[in-house]
């Protein structure tokens, strides 16, 4: 299927952050930490609280509707990312989810066991691993390249032995920004014997993956990085999910998509997620027009999402990289890496992004919750970075707007 060129004013209208005229003349470039919401979950959202706000499931028509949509937006989302239903399970957030799943492994593992984590990653799916050496447990750091960021698979095979039982690792930073190639990951730890840990929050805002074809025993990221709700959704293998221990109330044990989920679920948050999946069909049907199956759709529009973002990446690589001011921190190439820039600074990088913002800049500057890859590049996390981050939504007018910006506050 041939790739069209994504329909930029179609796409923006879809959101009503960009008629909003409070934001008017604000370029946003704070993606990373939350995207703009489609007005598909905002309706979904809006009808749930004006007329399904009910206990769901009952056998009257507010709360038997208020269950359905639930149950279509994990259907539709799993469905879109090559999995089964029951695959996946939603939370509070991604972090809260991490630290439920290294509780579960917590009661499998045993002393002489071995986790590998990286240097690269966010502290939700780091920490929580860490802290099972109280446990006995080995933590064993695959650590990247401090002059690149790059995770080298070679330091990953001198890591992997029998006494690994999980491997955890980002599809991609949110500070370096490179794509990891997860399949590869994965398969290299699955052949020898372990589970892995995919946290996907600074990947999947750039077009959901197809999970079932990345191997990946957990994959988790966050809706309101992808245009939904303030939700974590997590993925897990069967063979996972069979080999950990329930976590939620005993009568929920026999539920796979429960079993990690202790907390109550948000039922009006949930059923709004069905939105992102509506956005995901809109966008297919107006470039694309054909009927096609639901990991098919998602493919498309992952791949038209990559092709807009690339072309707007490039520049602002090829001008930060160019600048002995700053250190553009994980590759120059925009092919493989999100839109997410981190660059180091000399001045403050807080202050920086407060100048940026009289120029119609949205960015922020700061450690972003990733502490380690930011030492583990030879930087100091107490002053942090300037970090910039976009999507598919955002325009080349809005690029230019930022180039023009840092090229006057830089």
């Known amino acids: 299927m041939s790739t069209p060129k994504l329909d930029l004013e179609f796409t923006r209208a879809q959101f009503p952050a960009f008629a909003e005229n409070s934001l008017k003349g604000q ?36 709360s038997t509707l208020g269950g359905a949509e639930m149950d279509a937006a994990r259907d ?27 509780q579960a492994f917590r009661e499998i593992l045993s002393a002489g066991d ?11 799916n780091s920490g929580v691993w860490r802290r099972l050496d109280s446990a006995g447990i080995e933590i064993r750091e695959w650590k990247m390249d401090p002059a690149t960021g790059h995770l080298p698979l070679e330091a990953l095979d001198h890591w992997l032995d029998g006494k690994v039982k999980l491997v955890c690792f980002p599809h991609c930073s949110n500070i370096v920004g490179e794509i990891n190639d997860v399949a590869a990951i994965t398969k290299r730890a699955r052949d020898a014997g372990a589970f892995t840990c995919v946290d996907g929050v600074s990947y999947a805002p750039h077009g959901f993956p197809n999970i079932g074809d990345l191997g990946a025993d957990a994959y988790l990221f966050s809706s309101y990085k992808t245009y939904g709700p303030h939700q974590g959704i997590m993925v897990l293998s069967d063979r996972l999910n069979a080999a950990l221990p329930n976590q939620a109330h005993f009568f929920n044990s026999e539920s796979s998509y429960k079993r990690f989920t202790p907390a109550g679920p948000d039922h009006a948050q949930i059923a709004a997620c069905a939105g992102m999946a509506d956005y995901i ?31 707007n990446l490039q520049p602002v690589l090829d001008m930060l990289s160019a600048k002995n001011s700053v250190r553009l921190l994980g590759p120059i190439e925009a092919a493989v890496k999100a839109p997410t820039v981190a660059v180091v600074t000399k001045e403050d990088p807080e202050s920086l992004a407060a100048e940026l913002s009289n120029h119609g800049i949205m960015c922020g500057g700061g450690d972003f919750y990733a502490v380690r890859c930011i030492e583990g590049q030879g930087e100091e ?30």
Do not use: C, W
Request: hydrophobic share 40%; glycine share 4%.
């Open 27 to 62: 370029a946003f470039f704070e993606n990373a930490g939350g995207s703009y919401t489609s007005r598909h979950v905002i309706d979904r959202l809006l009808r749930f609280y004006k007329e399904r706000k009910v206990q769901p499931y009952a056998p009257y028509q507010a």
């Open 76 to 102: 539709r989302l799993a469905a879109l990312m090559g999995v089964q239903s029951d695959q996946l399970s939603f939370g509070p957030s991604t972090s809260q989810n991490t630290y439920v799943l290294a």
């Open 114 to 124: 071995a986790i590998i984590v990286t240097n690269q990653d966010h502290e939700a």
């Open 281 to 311: 069909d809109a966008l297919y049907a107006h470039h694309f027009g054909d009927d096609a199956d639901a990991p098919e759709r998602n493919t498309a529009i992952h791949d038209l999402m990559r092709a807009a973002e690339i072309e």
């Open 381 to 410: 996390s107490k002053k942090g970075v300037l970090r910039l981050s976009f999507v598919h939504y955002t325009s080349k007018e809005e690029i230019d707007q930022l180039l023009s910006a840092l090229d006057q506050v830089l």
